[in-house]
């Protein structure tokens, strides 16, 4: 199993910034994709960010030249994906969550884990 925790959000004022993390732990060898979504009450969640295993990244309009995914598995115990946000604008308010597709082991399974998501409010 894999368990994802994200943390980082908060209530700020438009144009502040934040720093989301999800810590992503248990059995995984290797994770290919990497995103965050954002989901408002009641709406359909929608992709933000996503970095891939080869480094490369893409973002969805709303969030270019604001938003910046990264990655860093220096740590043994996790792997951590992080979502820096900027000049953050009222209808970026919802609930953040994080998304992985691991593969658990040489010759497994590709597979899907979402976190819990953590909530960011920005107020004007």
């Known amino acids: 199993q894999v368990q994802l925790v994200e943390s980082g959000g908060g209530s700020v004022r438009a144009g502040e910034s934040l720093t989301l993390s999800c810590k992503a732990s248990?059995?995984?060898?290797?994770?290919?994709?990497a995103s965050w979504y954002h989901q408002f009450p009641g709406k359909e969640r929608e992709l933000v960010a996503t970095r891939f295993h080869d480094n490369s990244v893409t973002y969805t309009d709303i969030a270019k030249g604001r938003f910046s995914i990264t990655r860093n598995h220096l740590n043994p115990n996790y792997k951590l994906v992080s979502l820096e946000m900027k000049d953050l604008r009222p209808e970026d308010t919802g609930t953040y969550l994080c998304?992985?597709?691991?593969?658990?082991?040489?010759?497994?399974?590709?597979?899907?884990?979402w976190g819990r998501g953590t909530q960011v409010t920005v107020f004007s």
């Open positions: 248990g059995q995984i060898f290797v994770i290919n994709n």
């Open positions: 998304f992985v597709e691991v593969l658990d082991r040489i010759g497994g399974n590709w597979r899907n884990f």
